[in-house]
């Protein structure tokens, strides 16, 4: 299984970015897809996910700016990124994880900068 994200690169503030991500390699759907991100010096931190992971507090900085969404059939996950804010910027990560799996896949990272 491979993952494969997109869409990073240079925004200004205030702007818009759309990553994807997409899954090959799968014989079968995945039970979550979400995104991380990691920016430098800090923790991994998850944004997003479908279905939202159990007993995980979200950054109330994310909601109403970031959406996600994911198309089961195609084994795809899309995060949409508005009113970015400086603080966003970080390499964002896409994962999957099967259905009672402890394991989840990867994508490679994709970089995010907010800067004017």
């Known amino acids: 299984v491979q993952l494969q994200a997109s869409g990073g690169g240079l925004v200004q503030p205030g702007g818009s970015l759309r990553l994807s991500c997409a899954a090959t390699g799968s014989s079968s759907s995945f039970y979550v897809m979400g995104w991380y991100r990691q920016a430098p010096g800090k923790q991994r931190e998850l944004v997003a996910s479908l279905p939202g992971e159990v007993n995980t507090k979200y950054s109330d900085s994310l909601k109403g700016r970031f959406t996600i969404s994911r198309d089961n059939a195609k084994n795809t996950v899309s995060l949409q990124m508005n009113s970015l804010k400086p603080e966003d910027t970080a390499v964002y990560y896409c994962?999957?994880?099967?259905?009672?799996?402890?394991?989840?896949?990867w994508g490679q990272g994709t970089q995010v900068t907010v800067s004017s």
């Open positions: 994962y999957a994880r099967y259905f009672l799996s402890t394991n989840s896949y």
